[in-house]
Each structure stands twice: as C-alpha cells, then as structure tokens.
Nanobody, 115 residues
Framework: QVQLVESGGGLVQPGGSLRLSCAASGSIFESNTMGWYRQAPGKQRELVAVITSGGYTNYADSAKGRFTISRDNAKDTVYLQMNSLKPEDTAVYYC?????????WGKGTLVTVSS
C-alpha cells in the first residue's frame, strides 16, 4: 500500500515563497512520476508540475518561471518550491505518485496567498 504525506502549506503574503514536500512510502516501483496538482474553491483539479524518476519535468503555464519541482529518489520525496506567489495560487495542493498506470494521491495541503 502506498502512502503520500504532504507538508509545507500555509498562509503567505503575495510575492512570498513556500516549499511543499511530499514523502511517499510503501511498495513503490522505481520508475515513476511524482508531482503536484491543485484545486481552488469551485474549480477542477489542475496540473501544477510533475517530474519523472529520470528527472524529466513538465509545468503548467501558470507555474513556469515561478515554481520549481525537484525530487530525491533515495527518499521517495518530491518538492515544490513556489516563489512570487499570487492570490490566484490559493488552493489545496495534492501530491501525485504514478506508476504502472495507477495514480496515488495525498490528502492535500492548503496554500493561502493573502495579505
């Protein structure tokens, strides 16, 4: 069974930074994709960024230039460094782990960008 535990969310002022972390545990196939999605109130869940175990990354247009995704394969942990945060980045951020065509999700961590 796979477990994903997110941390690092919170309240930040516009222009500020946050770093999210997601640690995976359980039976994890070595070749996988990890990443972050978010869901704002009243909106659908959307991609933020993903990274493969080989280091290939893909970002949503809204994240390019402001967010950086990285991972530590030895720790099965993915990070999301978020800079220049905007009020429209306010959402619950969910960690994703995908392998063998199966998606595993964390419970989410709330990010609120407000003055």
């Amino acid at each position: 069974q796979v477990q994903l535990v997110e941390s690092g969310g919170g309240l930040v002022q516009p222009g500020g930074s946050l770093r999210l972390s997601c640690a995976a545990s359980g039976s994890i196939f070595e070749s996988n994709t990890m990443g972050w999605y978010r869901q704002a109130p009243g909106k659908q869940r959307e991609l933020v960024a993903v990274i493969t175990s080989g280091g290939y990354t893909n970002y949503a247009d809204s994240a390019k230039g402001r967010f950086t995704i990285s991972r530590d394969n030895a720790k099965d942990t993915v990070y999301l460094q978020m800079n220049s945060l905007k009020p429209e980045d306010t959402a619950v951020y969910y960690c994703l782990l995908d392998f063998h065509g199966m998606d595993h999700w964390g419970k989410g961590t709330l990010v609120t960008v407000s003055s």
